[in-house]
């Protein structure tokens, strides 16, 4: 008997859950993966999402090759492709983890029903997370919409065996023998072959394992560091993450073992990822609109001159600015600045988060729906456990306070060198001396603000308050 196991967004052999129930199961496993046509049609060529995938995609493949068997790799429509393979392999079943997205789910169910009329089972597991749909609920049954009895109740139910690492090397002669199989190159599907150069990003496991590395000679400090965006602090571990280069159970059990204020600050940022992924599990309708049904209709002005300046990192505010480049130029940015970014959009350019939300899908690396979603409803405080409306985040403020000496700034303008201090957070504040003697003429080498902070302030919460009942 054959099986097959469909890796999506977990490119890993060690500790992947599915993949050890399908090596397990008796059958011989044939494993594959799709590159998804009804996803990468839609991607600009020079997507580096795409470019991580296919470097991950040849490690797992050479990790699968070490093992004694292969990978199989196809460009298609994904749901069309593994009926497809299910038939020509003549497979019992098709083993894969579970993906919460809408879309992952509306496709597992017509893969589901397909194989089921062919007399195949999909059987799907538990891999990205700790604890997913309703495995953690409130004492009354309900979903918790409110982080800090989320992550208690997480802490309450965590226990040595939803940290443990699935034995996959154990059972790998399960892997079926295969000729020689071919990935197709990223010129082939029409995707640039250099989208990651110059990024200092290391795909596949190697690269999850490099950081991991690293990071556990900082975790002691992250509760000191995190929000610092010049600073080394954080793990830098989201894409792997994302893409399942690294397993969630080996770091939470790593943080949960080390204990002290960083490893649990750590850990509790992981708890965030199960909060939103459990958010969108039970609450799809997130992906769409506001989760507070008083701000459903907010009517934002949004303004698309503004939008542009904010997407070019143009708007006169450096740390604001310096962000958006860093998330143009790397394809990532820094938990501090995607709150500050996210709120000076919003509650600053009176834009519609979810505008914002569609930039940074396009954008970031480390996409990720729920997270993403979580993120831009907190900031916009329309989401479940948001910032109240009436806090509202002054970008001069949070530069002084989270770059104080401007070094990440400088990083990504360049233009400003030679300011410092106030002059460096808020250039149009500065003495026309400061200015001439740094070379910088403020709407010519820098633009001047785009909004008032204080008058936009005053405009954001108005049009909170107007939607609010009473
Ligand atoms: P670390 O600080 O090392 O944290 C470790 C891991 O914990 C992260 O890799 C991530 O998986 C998880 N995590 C940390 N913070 C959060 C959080 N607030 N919510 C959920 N999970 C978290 N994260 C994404 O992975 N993808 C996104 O698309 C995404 N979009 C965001 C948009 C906005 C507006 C905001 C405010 C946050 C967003 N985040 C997103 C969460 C967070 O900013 C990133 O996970 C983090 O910056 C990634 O860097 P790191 O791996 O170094 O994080």
Redesign the pocket.
């Given at each position: 008997q054959k099986a097959l196991f469909w890796f999506r967004r977990d490119l890993r052999v060690h500790d992947n859950a599915g993949l050890y129930h399908a090596l397990k199961s008796g059958a011989d496993v044939l494993p594959v993966f799709v590159f998804d046509r009804d996803i990468l049609d839609g991607l600009p060529q020079s997507d580096r999402r795409v470019a991580f995938i296919h470097a991950s995609v040849h490690a797992l493949q050479a990790e699968l090759r070490a093992a004694g068997g292969d990978l199989i790799t196809v460009h298609d429509h994904a749901a069309a492709a593994i009926v497809r393979l299910a038939r020509q392999h003549d497979v019992c079943a098709v083993y894969t983890n579970h993906d919460y997205e809408p879309a992952a789910q509306a496709r597992d169910a017509t893969v589901r029903h397909t194989l089921q009329q062919a007399g195949v089972e999909l059987l799907t597991f538990k891999d990205q997370v700790i604890f997913e749909r309703d495995e953690v609920l409130t004492q009354a049954g309900g979903m918790f919409s409110v982080f800090t009895p989320y992550k208690r109740a997480w802490m309450q139910k965590l226990d040595a065996f939803h940290l443990k690492a699935y034995p996959v090397k154990k059972y790998l002669a399960a892997l079926a023998p295969l000729p020689p199989q071919t990935i197709p190159t990223l010129q082939h599907m029409g995707f640039a072959a250099d989208a990651l150069a110059g990024l200092r990003i290391t795909p596949g496991i190697d690269g999850g394992e490099q950081l991991f590395e690293d990071?556990k000679n900082r975790i002691n400090r992250?509760h000191e560091t995190?929000d610092f965006p010049a600073v080394k602090?954080?793990?830098?571990?989201?894409?792997?993450?994302?893409f399942g280069t690294v397993s969630i159970r080996e770091?939470a059990a790593y943080a949960q073992h080390r204990g002290g204020e960083g490893a649990s600050t750590?850990l509790g940022?992981?708890i965030?990822?199960d909060?939103?992924a459990q958010i969108l599990w039970h609450r799809p309708e997130v992906a769409q609109q506001a989760f507070k049904p008083e701000y459903v209709h907010l009517p934002f002005p949004n303004p698309q001159d503004l939008f542009e300046a904010w997407c070019e990192g143009r708007t006169g505010y450096p740390l604001v600015d310096a962000a958006m480049r860093q998330l143009n130029q790397t394809g990532?940015?820094?938990?501090r600045l995607?709150?500050v970014?996210?709120s000076f959009l919003v509650k600053d350019l009176l834009v519609d988060w979810r505008w914002?939300?569609r930039y940074?899908?396009d954008k970031?690396i480390?996409?990720?729906?729920?997270?993403?979603?979580?993120?831009?409803q907190?900031?916009a405080s329309t989401g479940c456990d948001a910032q109240p409306y009436f806090r509202i985040f002054n970008p001069v403020t949070q530069s002084e306070k989270f770059d104080a000496e401007g070094k990440f700034i400088l990083r990504y303008c360049p233009e400003l060198t030679g300011l410092s201090g106030k002059a460096l957070h808020a250039p149009w504040l500065a003495k026309p001396g400061v200015l001439a003697s740094a070379g910088i003429r403020l709407g010519h080498d820098y633009p001047e603000p785009v909004v008032d902070h204080g008058v936009q302030r005053d405009l954001a919460l108005a049009l909170f308050k107007k939607a609010r009942p009473g």
């Open positions: 990071f992250y995190r602090g954080p793990s830098y571990l989201s894409v792997h993450l994302r770091l750590w940022e992981l965030w990822r909060f939103y990532y940015m820094h938990n995607r709150m970014t996210a914002g939300e940074f899908a970031l480390d996409f990720d729906l729920a997270s993403n979603n979580g993120g831009w907190w900031a």
